[in-house]
């Protein structure tokens, strides 16, 4: 197998197959990345076992064959030569010999035989979407996600497709969020998959904030989207998601209404002094005014006021602040709505008179 090629076409699909191939693996050719070279095209696949990704270059080339090398060491060979360089890839028995300019490297190499697929899905559930919507859909959950939890169906984002909508879906059991849609689904009853975390956060990086549609492919144990030029491919999480609704208040009795940006640099400013394992926060309401003062162990104290729209009646409540900076790093809009019950129920919050992203957070005992 012999292939020569800009190394500008062949950079951007290596970095995008290799970002799925962990450093430490188990089996050894999973640090590899296949190369397939078919009808003019390079094909460069990646995979770790959970998640696949999948690139194609078209190039001139009458050669044809495959081979899998070590991604990490072929990537930083790549970067390191110089943006016009030309490479040279020749493959004899179990060396890949690569040449550009004066440089020359031989990398030890596996048969293509031994590298695994992912099965493909068969008689999948199919649909569009654009881009930047599904892009939007999962930065404004995915912070939500837990992480190593023995509860494995929580390590992840719930994607909910029912007629017409698409929600997403994150939880840690301590906060929740939640983000809606319209999407073309073409279908008829509700159903739900869960993305591991690891698929989502390639996923997010996959996507761009442009108008086309990619093309979804939801099978029973798989789900597959297809980009220009990328394939992405994730196992889905076997579990029961809980059932989220049940923990959204429903008949908050206190509506407090503030400037998203002044909220969120207060508690920015506040958390300095929290403690790095315990976030705690204690929120103070009286009429149009909001005070948050957290301690640290040191007897340290921080204390911020911001003038709020509400009239109920004087009230406190503890929170990890954390969990609230968080979601005033993403929820859009200037004006954000807090919406509370009582010192022992959660908060929920939203965007002024929007409410298709939605957040509640559990309270904390100080």
């Known amino acids: 197998m012999k292939l020569s090629i800009q190394r500008e076409l062949l950079l951007r699909p290596l970095q995008t197959v290799s970002n799925v191939i962990e450093r430490r693996q188990t089996l050894p050719v999973l640090s590899n990345v296949l190369m397939s070279l078919r009808n003019n095209t390079l094909t460069l696949t990646g995979t770790d076992l959970e998640v696949e990704m999948v690139a194609q270059v078209v190039m001139d080339s009458s050669e044809e064959g495959e081979i899998t090398l070590p991604a990490r060491k072929f990537l930083d060979i790549c970067r390191a030569l110089p943006e016009d360089a030309v490479i040279n890839i020749e493959v004899d028995n179990t060396k890949a010999r690569i040449r550009s300019g004066r440089s020359r490297f031989s990398l030890s190499t596996l048969p293509a035989s031994d590298y695994p697929n992912i099965d493909p899905i068969t008689s999948p559930f199919e649909f569009t979407i654009v881009q930047s919507v599904l892009k939007r859909l999962i930065e404004q959950t995915q912070f939500s996600m837990a992480q190593q939890d023995v509860r494995y169906y929580l390590n992840g984002l719930m994607f909910e497709f029912s007629p017409g909508k698409l929600s997403g879906v994150a939880t840690d059991g301590h906060r929740l969020a939640i983000c809606q849609t319209t999407a073309d689904t073409q279908i008829e009853d509700n159903r739900q998959v869960i993305i591991p975390r690891k698929g989502i956060l390639e996923l997010v990086r996959l996507l761009e904030d442009t108008d086309s549609e990619i093309k979804v492919y939801l099978g029973i144990n798989h789900m597959r989207m297809d980009l220009p030029d990328v394939s992405f491919t994730t196992k889905l999480i076997d579990g029961k998601f809980p059932d989220y609704q049940q ?120």
């Open 247 to 366: 923990v959204i208040p429903k008949n908050p009795t206190k509506v407090v209404t503030s400037d998203r940006i002044g909220l969120l640099q207060s508690l920015s400013r506040a958390s300095v002094l929290s403690n790095e394992k315990y976030r705690g926060m204690r929120l103070q309401l009286v009429s149009g005014l909001l005070k948050a003062t957290i301690h640290n162990p040191e007897q340290e104290e921080a204390e911020e006021e911001l003038e709020v729209d509400y009239q109920g009646e004087e009230f406190e409540i503890g929170f990890n602040v954390s969990y609230f900076i968080d979601v005033l790093s993403v929820i859009p809009g200037e004006k954000v709505e807090l919406h509370f019950t009582d010192s022992n129920h959660s908060c929920l919050i939203n965007a002024k008179g929007d409410t298709d992203c939605q957040y509640v957070i559990m309270p904390m005992r100080l």
